[in-house]
């Protein structure tokens, strides 16, 4: 089937490159002996993140997790997570019904005893792709991975994997109190067009690019300000006295969670009028070397606050054709919040 979609040519070239990755992966596993009898001990499927593969970015990340978590739970094997790189995982998510945490020396470089796995783009959606690599010899299967296989079900698995530690849950009360119990979030993906956020290979736009696509966004932002509250937004309702059964109109004290990835347009919007955002470093947590773990608590942040939104928006301009980020989308299903896109076509 897959020489017919895509043709003989590009699924050799495909298989290739593959089996380079895999060799890649492989560095640094040896056969030697090793007591490794566990008895009839499960398998173990780890997820890993030790720095010998591009991981992606937080969303990656977490759907790679939570669907190799899935899969583990539904063929019997025991679940872990190696996340050292750049940062200790559980410095910021802590188990909560499952202990995934995994030491360096219970992860066996033995080739006898370990396999490394590898599930990268054409294995979206593809569980199969990994029951393949899966066989009845080794005892560990050590997967790369940010294959998502959980759709809808991605707040279900994620629950019952993580928990906030009390980092980030310090974080989240302390932005919680300023953003009340009903807020919009609105995020925005630049990437380096602004010339502020260093991300592989993307190029900035001219100066003039960037003020014109500043200023659009900031423009569509203004327009997602709600001036007022009330039973009815309408004008002439807006002059009448409240209608017996409705709560009365009050002025507007709903803010709205601004996320991006540029520290300009960040500092540009955050005196606006109930615009809150958090602050702390915009990087991207494969294209930084950084092992504080609290120099990623600004990206965790924000996921779990737009999770606890009211609704949540991903703002795209076409012209310019800013990022398609999924990092809003996952957020939103973690916490069941309504999502959409808003569609800037004129700027």
């Not at 640094?28 to 780890?46: F, K, P």
Request: net charge neutral; glycine share 4%.
């Amino acid at each position: 089937m897959a020489k017919r979609i895509l043709g003989e040519d590009r699924v050799h070239d495909h298989l290739i490159e593959r089996g380079i990755k895999l060799r890649h992966l492989r560095d640094g596993y040896e056969n030697y002996s090793e007591n490794c009898d566990d008895g009839d001990s499960r398998q173990t499927l780890i997820f890993m993140a030790d720095g010998k593969w591009m991981h992606g970015g937080l969303t990656d990340r977490l759907r790679g997790m939570t669907s190799a978590y899935k899969f583990a739970k539904e063929h019997n094997l025991d679940f872990k997570i190696y996340h050292t790189s750049p940062f200790e995982l559980q410095e910021i998510l802590q188990p909560n019904n499952v202990n995934w945490v995994i030491g360096e020396k219970e992860i066996s470089r033995n080739c006898e005893v370990a396999k490394p796995v590898l599930l990268y783009r054409e294995d979206f959606n593809n569980d199969s792709a990994l029951e393949r690599q899966i066989d009845s010899k080794h005892k560990q299967f050590h997967l790369y991975s940010c294959v998502d296989t959980v759709g809808e079900d991605f707040s279900k698995y994620f629950n019952e994997l993580f928990k906030p530690s009390p980092i980030l849950e310090q974080e989240l009360s302390h932005y919680s109190e300023l953003l009340g119990e009903s807020y919009t979030a609105i995020s925005f993906r630049f990437q380096n067009k602004l010339g502020d956020f260093k991300e592989f290979t993307f190029k900035e736009l001219p100066e003039n690019g960037k003020r014109k696509l500043m200023s659009a966004a900031i423009n569509v932002l203004r327009k997602e300000m709600p001036h007022q509250v009330g039973h009815d937004r309408s004008d002439a309702t807006l002059s009448c006295p409240p209608v017996s059964g409705h709560p009365p109109l009050v002025n507007e004290t709903s803010k709205i969670l601004v996320t991006a990835d540029s520290p300009t347009f960040l500092a540009a919007v955050e005196n606006m009028p109930n615009v809150v955002t958090v602050k702390g470093k915009s990087i991207h947590i494969d294209f930084n070397s950084s092992k504080n773990a609290t120099d990623y608590l600004k990206a965790f942040t924000e996921f779990f606050l737009i999770s606890k939104a009211t609704k949540a928006k991903l703002y795209r301009n076409r012209k310019y054709k800013t990022y398609p980020s999924n990092f809003p989308k996952y957020a939103a299903l973690l916490g069941h919040v309504p999502y959409e896109i808003v569609e800037d076509i004129k700027a």
